[in-house]
């Protein structure tokens, strides 16, 4: 009954983060990259604030943030604050298909970072699957024109790879956490909003222009891109006996994030783009084979 129980809340989250890239465009055709950030978080907060109210957990809320406040303070403004403001600009300024293929990456990413900041070896198997994804980002930055090199938005390609060393950051400093994760991401959003308001009055930016279709869909990004997918990920891996099999449910995610672009906002899909993410989860795949028990089995992002 748990693993049937896993495998659904495994397919429910990966199908909700395949729905965001197409959320992230219906939402910047109204929002800024600060005001999605800003209101996106502020929801997710309230909705993790009710899990851990339904969990009991609410107590432990200020005493974790108490145990290491510095800590805490950092994980916020690298995730959510730094990591979605950046991923949010850069899909602001590329196709969406192009920026989560890109930003599907990260995890080719956090191998790197591990062997640099935690001294984790390289082996063979890492350097290939570096190497076949990175050329899948280039496939994809260039649409083709590898020798070129010409990038429709170096911005945006570079914003996407930012936000990919981002990601891999957050989750190394991570590693250690002991405390509940759903209140360590809780805290997280916590953090970052009085900055992202801050940054959002600073910039001056007008809120009487948008429709109740973009506060759905910025509502729609706070709950299943920042809040409550994450919960069910988590429930998935923990009551499942076989990490990997859950784990490789996210590769499907890209691939029906690529099909609901098309459909529902009629986003060309460059070939090049399909390409790309095909090396880039080939890459993801010979990883995976290695490490089955960590990496991806962490989050999607």
């Not at 900055?195 to 001056?204: L, Q, T, V, W």
């Amino acid at each position: 009954m748990d693993e049937r129980r896993a495998l659904g809340f495994g397919l429910a989250a990966v199908l909700l983060w395949s729905t965001v890239a197409t959320a992230f465009k219906l939402t910047l055709a109204e929002f800024t990259p600060i005001q999605m950030l800003t209101i996106a978080s502020i929801v997710s907060a309230l909705a993790l604030t009710v899990i851990c109210a339904v969990r009991g957990k609410l107590a432990s809320i200020l005493s974790t943030f108490l145990s290491n406040p510095w800590y805490y303070l950092l994980l916020g403004l690298i995730n959510p604050l730094a990591y979605y403001l950046i991923l949010f600009k850069a899909y602001d300024l590329l196709p969406a298909s192009q920026a989560q293929a890109i930003n599907y990456s990260w995890a080719i990413t956090l191998t790197l970072m591990a062997a640099l900041f935690l001294g984790q070896k390289i082996r063979k198997q890492d350097w290939v699957a570096c190497s076949l994804s990175y050329f899948g980002v280039i496939v994809i930055a260039t649409k083709g024109d590898i020798l070129g090199l010409n990038f429709e938005s170096p911005l945006g390609v570079g914003l996407a790879l930012l936000s990919t060393l981002l990601w891999a950051g957050y989750w190394i400093l991570n590693a250690k956490n002991k405390a509940d994760p759903i209140v360590a991401v809780l805290l997280g959003f916590l953090v970052a909003i009085p900055f992202a308001i801050g940054i959002s009055i600073y910039e001056g930016t007008s809120w009487q222009q948008i429709s109740p279709q973009g506060w759905l869909a910025v509502t729609y990004v706070g709950l299943f891109e920042m809040g409550v997918t994450f919960v069910l990920w988590l429930s998935a891996l923990k009551l499942t006996q076989n990490t990997a099999r859950i784990s490789n449910l996210i590769f499907a995610s890209p691939f029906v994030s690529l099909i609901l672009l098309a459909t529902i906002i009629g986003e060309e899909i460059h070939p090049t783009t399909l390409i790309g993410l095909v090396l880039i989860i080939s890459g993801l795949v010979i990883q995976q084979i290695k490490f089955g028990k960590k990496d991806l089995s962490q989050a999607a992002g």
